[in-house]
């Protein structure tokens, strides 16, 4: 797949990332060619303009609008390390961006605000809020996405939120929405909670958390199935989400070291809300916003649990959970375990035998299979 990026601002060479031998995928999308075609029509009234990117995968945006000094945020340290990488490999200057996470507090008030559309639309509602305080009545709002991933209530969120919309023709199946600032106020989402059944347990989930009103059906098998092993004295909640597997991990193991880590910035604060209001001491356990294992020491951990993700933003594929996979093999102690649940139809059980040899199938119903390995 080319990764050759070509806009009127400059041309680069983009990388996705994690990266992967032979994907098909690019590092930007028809939408970010048609947002900066936009921009660039305007470029000479950028200059000493604050600009606001938010939800940049790869950097596309970061990139061609650097020589402004933008302030890109991030739910995804993928995606920050993403810009990072791809800024260094084009020989281009990191301090030209600021770097935010979702939960940063913004430094200023934005002249632009850039948007790329986000899978979870309350993760949208969201960040409008955040900013409510940081853009004036001049602000250019404008949103940018594929038609396929711009549902009609978006133009229903930004017209309730920020003020009246006007959209583009399609192009290249990609479209913009331009947004009149309105000066609307709004507060950022509450983290919301929910019950653990059958437990005494509150799950702690911010917007951009994946199944934040309930337990999703995969996680409520895998912890009907949790076994009791011996020897377990270092445990990864790997893509942790909210921390409900790692709450009952530690829970299960209350002698062990619970590390929780994910990509995102938003699913490690919510784990250790669950863990500051269920455990009555988190000496035992580390949050960690983390690419899959990257780090960690090989040969350091007895037990890891995982529920894969099958998707990375809009994009469907199994390289994430096979990043995983490999990572959990190095990281492993000999005689550590693995286990992962995941949905019948996806075929990681070839994927886990070729890794570690032997596949145990723990248990499964009409939907889920729970694969138990053994380095």
Same mark, same amino acid.
């Given at each position: ?72 945020? $991030? ?14 490999? $084009? ?29 979870? +639309? ?111 004295? #270092?445990?990864?909640? +790997?893509?942790?989400? #909210? ?5 009952? +991990?530690?829970? +299960? ?36 916003? #983390? $690419? ?84």
């Amino acid at each position: 797949m080319t990764t050759c990026f070509n806009t009127s601002f400059n041309t680069f060479n983009l990388e996705r990332f994690p990266q992967q031998k032979n994907h098909n995928l690019q590092a930007w999308d028809a939408a970010d060619q048609y947002l900066l075609e936009h921009l660039y029509e305007q470029h000479t009234e950028l200059k000493n303009k604050n600009i606001l990117i938010f939800n940049d995968a790869f950097g596309a945006l970061t990139l061609s609008l650097l020589e402004y000094h933008p302030c890109a945020v $991030n739910d995804s340290i993928i995606s920050q390390k993403a810009i990072i990488e791809n800024i260094s490999s $084009n020989q281009l200057d990191i301090k030209k961006v600021d770097l935010l996470n979702s939960l940063s507090k913004y430094k200023t008030t934005y002249d632009y605000v850039i948007i790329k559309t986000p899978k979870t +639309l309350d993760y949208l509602r969201y960040f409008i809020g955040s900013i409510t305080h940081h853009i004036h009545s001049n602000t250019q709002i404008i949103v940018a996405g594929m038609v396929k991933n711009m549902p009609k209530v978006i133009w229903s969120i930004l017209e309730e939120k920020i003020g009246e919309t006007n959209t583009s023709l399609a192009k290249k199946k990609a479209r913009l929405i331009f947004v009149k600032s309105e000066m609307k106020p709004n507060k950022p989402s509450p983290v919301q909670t929910f019950a653990q059944e059958n437990t005494k347990f509150k799950i702690f989930n911010h917007v951009n958390v994946f199944s934040k009103q309930s337990l999703d059906i995969g996680t409520r098998f895998l912890l009907q199935n949790l076994p009791k092993l011996s020897g377990i004295n #270092n445990v990864v909640d +790997l893509g942790c989400g #909210n921390g409900v597997v790692g709450l009952n +991990l530690a829970v +299960l193991y209350p002698k062990a070291k619970v590390t929780f880590t994910d990509e995102s910035y938003m699913a490690v604060a919510s784990a250790k809300l669950t863990c500051e209001f269920n455990v009555k001491s988190l000496e035992n356990c580390q949050f960690l916003v #983390n $690419n899959c294992l990257d780090d960690f020491a090989p040969n350091s951990v007895d037990l890891i649990v995982c529920n894969p993700p099958f998707h990375q933003s809009h994009s469907i594929g199994t390289h994430i959970a096979l990043q995983m996979f490999k990572q959990s093999h190095k990281t492993l102690n000999k005689g550590g375990t693995f286990l992962v649940v995941a949905n019948r139809h996806l075929p990681y059980y070839s994927h886990l035998k070729r890794i570690f040899g032997k596949v145990n199938n723990l248990a499964g119903n009409a939907k889920f299979s729970i694969y138990s390995m053994t380095k």
